[in-house]
């Protein structure tokens, strides 16, 4: 506790911000007996500090469009130190929110930075609220009712605090960040390709959503602004290199509204392949684990579209992976085993290992119970498990034994 309350006040010494401290115990036994959660360590834990808080002028609410054509207000604020850094901007989340604090240009906010990077507006200060002079000034409050981007008119679905453009097709900023998404580390990963250069080839008119990437050609890119013959061929190779992007980051990357990696995974894995996705009833949607009404009925929605459909059918064309590879030489030696992993292995580290258990369908378990099946055990097999096991009674395989377990 001492030390928590020293970093308290001392954190604001840092040449970095930080937002709390963690609490290990750092006794390596201690730490293989705790063991780990499907998520985290048992052995460690954050404490996170008191957001701080601070009142600055709201100077204007501007809206932004983002990726799935969702509206959100932004607060341009009077810009002030918080948390070791100047904020000039916050985010409002809705319409709901400047509602319910009624805000207008000229109030006084309290902003805190939560775990987000992005600040929010927390509150207003009642004793200070700003006269409104004109009719003008009242309506720059209000949330739009057209695009901003491309004049469309928004769309709020019953029930839904967020405002839409309904444009997918040609609004630039859901065009354009569709294409960043797709191209983005965790799904197609593209070398070579930044979300300035997107900007540029949207721009340029060479690329209108992310299967016109696999229609690019060189003598397309050369004419370009920085782009030199060998930006182009990274580029062009980066492109290449995608097509072969397993099937989950395919589909996470399409940009279906609530299908996030883990959904994405989810619903490659049980439904195998795009088209088994496209013509999924509602019913066999929410069969898949962690799908819920929301999710399939966004799914269901994109899949309605023939704008979609056209374009995932140009994105196959193109080569890229619709279904999910089997593995090869996988079996079901292992079906149904619960396996503990432990120690330090010779011809496989330890994720190899656990990658073989999964391919022969076993499940690795992070600790021993009565339901493990067998523990494949290597070097330096920590003595408490080791321990355990013998008291449980549990087969103890060695690196070589598992092997031909499953050869
Ligand atoms: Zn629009």
Redesign the pocket.
């Known amino acids: 506790m001492d030390f928590i309350s020293h970093w308290e006040t001392e954190r604001h010494n840092l040449p970095f911000a930080i937002d709390g401290v963690v609490i290990k115990v750092d006794r390596y036994d201690q730490q293989e007996r705790l063991g780990l959660t499907s998520k985290s360590p048992r052995w460690a834990i954050s404490f996170k500090f008191e957001t701080e808080r601070v009142r600055t002028r709201l100077k204007e609410i501007t809206y932004q469009?983002g990726r799935t054509g969702a509206v959100t207000p932004v607060a341009n604020l009077e810009p002030i130190q918080l948390g070791g850094t100047t904020v000039k901007r916050a985010s409002l989340h809705n319409a709901d929110q400047i509602l319910r604090l009624g805000l207008i240009d000229g109030d006084y906010v309290y902003v805190e930075k939560g775990g987000e990077i992005i600040p929010k507006v927390v509150g207003v200060d009642e004793s200070e609220r700003a006269v409104v002079t004109d009719l003008f000034s009242q309506q720059s409050s209000s949330f739009p009712t057209h695009?901003l981007?491309?004049a469309?008119e928004l769309v709020r679905e019953e029930g839904e605090a967020i405002h839409y453009?309904p444009?997918r097709l040609t609004?630039p900023p859901?065009v354009k960040g569709r294409i960043v998404h797709f191209i983005s580390r965790k799904a197609m990963n593209i070398d070579g390709l930044g979300s300035e250069t997107v900007v540029q080839l949207v721009e340029a008119g060479l690329v209108v959503d992310p299967s016109s990437l696999y229609d690019l050609k060189e003598e397309d890119l050369l004419p370009l602004d920085r782009m030199a013959k060998k930006s182009v061929d990274k580029l062009l190779a980066g492109i290449e290199a995608s097509k072969s992007i397993s099937f989950e980051r395919v589909l996470f990357g399409l940009g279906i509204r609530y299908v996030g990696e883990t959904v994405a995974k989810k619903l490659a894995r049980s439904l195998g392949n795009l088209d088994a996705i496209m013509r999924a009833e509602k019913e066999v949607l929410v069969e898949v684990d962690e799908i819920g009404e929301r999710i399939a009925d966004s799914v269901i929605l994109y899949f309605a579209d023939e704008g979609n459909i056209n374009f995932v059918r140009r994105l196959g064309e193109a080569g890229l992976r619709l279904a999910v590879q089997e593995i090869v030489g996988a079996t079901n030696k292992l079906d149904g085993a619960s396996i503990v992993v432990s120690g330090v292995f010779e011809k496989h580290d330890r994720v190899g290992i656990k990658k073989l258990i999964e391919m022969h369908g076993g499940k690795v378990s992070s600790s021993i119970s009565k339901k493990t099946s067998f523990i494949v055990a290597g070097d330096k097999m920590g003595p408490s498990k080791k321990e355990k096991a013998e008291k449980l009674e549990i087969t103890i395989l060695s690196e070589d034994e598992f092997l031909s377990k499953i050869a």
């Open positions: 469009v695009c981007e491309c469309t453009c444009n609004c859901q």
